[in-house]
């Protein structure tokens, strides 16, 4: 068997291998929760953001199905409350509220009318996020909205919730959607800066300044033209480094919360979709919007959560 034949075979295993998987996963979906698993009611209260379309909408119905109580957000209020009005004409229970996680006011208002409206919450899944970015396109013109948008938006709207975050014997539960795109120490599209890789990947000395750094020092280099020599992933640049960014900020996080009491714990957490069928991805996706989600919602209501800090895809642990 030659090169070309070896890699053929490879693909086709890994073809496979992933189907088998996904096949799995349908069949864990069709399995009800019993009544000792249920956490949650109809009091408990989840935020999705993003939420009008693809994943986010996926998430949100699928959540309410369960029994939850669900606030879809959305950045545009018309098709945020055409969407939530679709999910309660099915009989679930959705609310709509405005949120644009870049905007300081719009985050402050948002949790006022949460606050005000339900008293807190109980499961955030920051699902918001852009990527300009399609197939083999890898200019990072919008580099500094992607960053701003999936890393610090991402990051103002956990910062922002966890004082909304109700007390429980189950724990709060934060997820937020990334992608494989931002592993640290992915075979392909990595950091090529060993010392950069080696601080960003040690849990003992890792920070949020150390990761706010590297972000700076990219925007940069794309303002003054240097990013391409700067050692950074060269397939889907931008996005690539704002999940990097996502990922190790829920890494900080759960060590931060991991001090709080037992009464008050929160549990955060980071998943990949895959390559999911949405307009984000230009509908070349090979994954569901429905499958898309399943993680989130499996993360989102597992009975004994003790998981914190993790990355997941396919409801397994993946390394960073």
Same mark, same amino acid.
């Given at each position: 068997m030659d090169q070309t034949e070896k890699q053929l075979d490879k693909k086709e295993r890994t073809k496979d291998r992933r189907e088998k998987r996904r096949q799995e996963i349908s069949l864990l979906r069709s399995i009800p929760y019993s009544g000792n698993q249920r956490w949650w009611s109809a009091? /408990?209260?989840?935020?999705?953001? =993003?939420?009008?379309? $693809?994943?986010?909408?996926? &998430?949100?119905?699928?959540?309410?199905?369960?029994?939850?109580?669900?606030?879809?957000t959305s950045r545009e209020v018309a098709v945020g409350e055409e969407s939530a009005k679709v999910l309660k004409e099915g009989g679930l229970d959705v609310g709509f509220h405005q949120l644009d996680i870049v905007d300081d006011v719009s985050i402050d208002s948002f949790c006022a009318w949460v606050k005000e409206n339900y008293g807190?919450?109980?499961?955030?899944?920051?699902?918001?996020?852009?990527?300009h970015n399609v197939g083999s396109d890898n200019s990072v013109e919008a580099a500094e909205t992607v960053i701003n948008t999936n890393y610090y938006g991402t990051k103002k709207m956990i910062k922002a919730a966890?004082?909304?975050?109700?007390?429980?014997?189950?724990?709060?539960?934060?997820? /937020?959607?990334?992608?494989?795109? =931002?592993?640290?120490? $992915?075979?392909?599209?990595? &950091?090529?800066?060993d010392d950069l890789r080696q601080k960003l990947e040690d849990t003992d000395s890792l920070s949020e300044e150390l990761i706010d750094a590297t972000m700076t020092k990219f925007l940069e280099q794309v303002k003054d033209g240097t990013w391409t020599s700067g050692g950074w992933p060269q397939t889907n640049t931008d996005y690539s480094l704002s999940k990097l960014a996502v990922n190790a900020f829920t890494r900080v996080m759960a060590k931060k919360l991991s001090s709080r009491s037992e009464a008050e714990k929160i549990y955060i957490n980071c998943y990949c979709p895959g390559m999911v069928k949405t307009a984000m991805m230009g509908w070349a996706g090979q994954v569901t919007p429905e499958e898309g989600a399943d993680t989130a919602i499996w993360l989102s209501l597992l009975p004994d959560q003790v998981i914190s800090g993790k990355f997941f895809a396919e409801r397994r642990e993946i390394h960073f």
């Amino acid at each position: 068997m030659d090169q070309t034949e070896k890699q053929l075979d490879k693909k086709e295993r890994t073809k496979d291998r992933r189907e088998k998987r996904r096949q799995e996963i349908s069949l864990l979906r069709s399995i009800p929760y019993s009544g000792n698993q249920r956490w949650w009611s109809a009091e /408990t209260i989840a935020v999705v953001t =993003g939420a009008n379309r $693809g994943i986010g909408f996926q &998430i949100t119905q699928q959540l309410a199905t369960h029994g939850i109580t669900v606030i879809l957000t959305s950045r545009e209020v018309a098709v945020g409350e055409e969407s939530a009005k679709v999910l309660k004409e099915g009989g679930l229970d959705v609310g709509f509220h405005q949120l644009d996680i870049v905007d300081d006011v719009s985050i402050d208002s948002f949790c006022a009318w949460v606050k005000e409206n339900y008293g807190g919450i109980d499961i955030l899944i920051n699902n918001a996020g852009v990527n300009h970015n399609v197939g083999s396109d890898n200019s990072v013109e919008a580099a500094e909205t992607v960053i701003n948008t999936n890393y610090y938006g991402t990051k103002k709207m956990i910062k922002a919730a966890i004082p909304l975050m109700r007390p429980s014997a189950q724990g709060a539960r934060i997820v /937020t959607v990334s992608s494989r795109l =931002g592993r640290l120490n $992915g075979k392909r599209n990595r &950091i090529s800066d060993d010392d950069l890789r080696q601080k960003l990947e040690d849990t003992d000395s890792l920070s949020e300044e150390l990761i706010d750094a590297t972000m700076t020092k990219f925007l940069e280099q794309v303002k003054d033209g240097t990013w391409t020599s700067g050692g950074w992933p060269q397939t889907n640049t931008d996005y690539s480094l704002s999940k990097l960014a996502v990922n190790a900020f829920t890494r900080v996080m759960a060590k931060k919360l991991s001090s709080r009491s037992e009464a008050e714990k929160i549990y955060i957490n980071c998943y990949c979709p895959g390559m999911v069928k949405t307009a984000m991805m230009g509908w070349a996706g090979q994954v569901t919007p429905e499958e898309g989600a399943d993680t989130a919602i499996w993360l989102s209501l597992l009975p004994d959560q003790v998981i914190s800090g993790k990355f997941f895809a396919e409801r397994r642990e993946i390394h960073f």
